[in-house]
């Protein structure tokens, strides 16, 4: 696409990209340079562009011999009047509403005297993937609320900015930017997708109704500000320095919509000539910059300081680190999705980069930290683990961390009035002190017994391994059987791992653990669930591909069939990843749905690493196991739940401090 002249598109600028529900990413364009014959070129002021993987449509009005604007295109006088879009988002019926600025030249001729005189929208509907409809906001202000628009969990904020950039005041000996405004951001808010409601905005202290009374939100001065991007956890903004001018592009974060913005990163703006200029950094989705997931991704504007169009004219696009968000000792407040009321919460709870070795803890906002963890990590490591955990009266559970990481965390579901008991977790074994058994390590092939608490219903436990003399597993088990042929925590010599165990307590509620290495274990109990749920009364194996010599190739999905589970509501597996071939993950998803964007278990080359995956099968009992790398893959059905769970279709991902992870 920028490589090329697409339906004759030289260059453009001012690239802006969203995501739409489908999964194609539409994207709008200021000011695109349209060939017409070998050495004609025309300019229309907007044209968007529809991407769908690696194809493009590209919209503009018209004909290519005779373009004209995409947006607009019956109000525009080229050159005159004409419509910038700004930013776009997806509205509560899931079109893409674009702001747009209406501009006119004051001027003697194009660009010597340009003045915004009004904000409007238009509506892009992925079904028809056509412009619906045309008209303007209720803020339809020249302080033009949309120049920036990002949206958290319950709200979508609209950022303004003057955007008088021409025939001004003097920068370099040119008339330019109004000084008077050029470093103003203000912001107004709406709930979340109704794009079109009466905004709310930003005093300085409170929300309020009168526009007039908005205060800025960003401090320094800055051309053309910012685009800011809400992570899941956070609000991320990246600004050019002096837009056309200056050399450095700065990278903010707050921890509110209305700032403050703290600069993090200065990295240096990349040209592309001795004659050009760079302008314009905004965020783009990973995706549509052919990225991993979960890179941040900027673009940058490029032209010639003498604007002739030659194919320079085009956006470049770079990755851009971002800090460990959440710091040592550190505690965030994460609002999971149709968690209130519920008896508990399933989340797959991810540690991503540690400083340092630590771990995190989980816990109901409403009561104080516990003295537990939920996921261990070692540092530079990915680890994840199945938490479940109360969350409070407002759906809310807390994240507290030992070392400074970024932190996942995807909904998976609740448990609702099926007669589960989940509270504040609790240590029940520690073997490093000598709590609940002996103050030694156990020894290989060693049992510890303790009381959970849940004489004959399935427990849940935090199982944790520290310092194993060599690599190995653990299993849990009811003490009134023999030990299965299963593990549930897999480790190597000097780990600590942790997973997460849902096991059938015996008669007296007590169950056993043994371990296959010397190691100290711990063992926090987090409560029982219902009689919604069968537990297995051993855990029964499924899948394991070192038997059958069927190892899973890379980006290769395998179907596992569950005993029992169709008809169910949901299941609880153990999923291993054994010696795979390079660093990746596994996603676990319905077999009759598209594989989501999320992991169950993440793992380095050569690790040995389990995590508890609750997942609705599909009507057939089976549920498919996507790997990024080659690896072979150990299935053991813990126990299913009939009644008492809302399992998601799809995984939700309600937080990911790495900037710039769509959500």
Known sequence: MFDTE??????????????????????????????????????????????????????????????????????????????????????????????????????????????????????????????????????????????????????????????????????????????????????????????????????????????????????????????????????????????????????????????????????????????????????????????????????????????????????????????????????????????????????????????????????PCDRARPETSNVNYLAGRTAANLVVVRPDAEGAVCVTTHATTDVVVDALGALVGGGSSIDDPVRLVDTRIGLGAQAARIAAGGLVRFDTGAAGSAAVLNVTVVDPSSAGHVTAFPCDRPLPTASNANYGPGDVAANLVVVRSDAGGDVCLSTYSPSHLVVDGTGSLGDGFTVALAPERVLDTRTASARVGARETVEVAVPGADGSSAVVVNLTAVLPDANGFLTVHRCDRPRPESSNVNYHSGDVVANLVVARPDDDGRICVFSTAATDLVVDLAGAFESGVDVFDDPIRVVDTRVGADR
């Open 6 to 363: 697409p339906a004759g598109v030289v260059g453009a600028d001012y690239q802006r990209a969203v995501p739409l529900p489908d999964g194609r990413v539409l994207w709008t364009f200021q000011d695109a340079a349209v060939r017409v014959g070998p050495d004609e070129i025309e300019i229309v002021h907007n044209i968007g562009v529809l991407q769908d993987g690696a194809c493009f449509d590209v919209l503009y009005g018209g004909t290519r011999d005779d373009p004209a604007s995409w947006l607009f295109s019956s109000s525009t006088a080229r050159f005159e009047r004409w419509f910038w879009p700004l930013a776009a988002e997806i509205d509560v019926d899931g079109r893409a509403v674009v702001f747009v600025a209406e501009m006119v030249e004051r001027g003697d001729e194009y660009l010597t005297r340009t003045e915004p005189v009004g904000t409007r929208v238009s509506v892009f509907d992925p079904a028809t993937s056509s412009i619906v409809s045309e008209g303007a906001p209720p803020d339809d202000s020249a302080a033009l609320y949309g120049w920036s628009i990002t949206s958290d969990d319950a709200w979508t904020y609209l950022y303004a900015h003057c955007y008088r950039q021409f025939g001004y005041d003097p920068y370099v000996g040119v008339a330019a930017f109004d000084r008077s405004c050029a470093d103003r951001v203000t912001v107004g808010r709406v709930p979340r997708g109704e794009l079109l409601a009466e905004p709310s905005y930003w005093d300085g202290s409170s929300w309020q109704q009168d526009a007039s009374r908005a205060a800025p939100v960003f401090d320094g001065d800055r051309i053309n500000p910012v685009q800011v991007e809400w992570s899941g956890s956070s609000f991320f903004a990246v600004n050019k320095e002096g837009d056309w001018w200056g050399d450095t592009i700065y990278l903010s974060r707050a921890e509110r919509a209305t700032g403050p913005f703290e600069v993090y990163a200065e990295i240096p703006a990349p040209v592309k000539c001795a004659a050009c200029n760079s302008f314009f950094a905004t965020w783009i989705p990973h995706a549509a910059a052919d990225r991993p997931p979960s890179t941040s991704v900027l673009a940058l504007s490029h032209n010639r300081w003498d604007g002739v169009i030659t194919s320079l004219y085009r956006p470049t696009f770079q990755e851009v680190a971002a800090p460990a968000y959440l710091d040592a000792g550190d505690t965030l407040r994460v609002v999971v999705p149709d968690a209130a009321g519920s008896d508990a919460a399933l989340l797959n709870v991810v540690s991503v980069g540690a400083e340092r070795n630590g771990h995190l803890t989980v816990f």
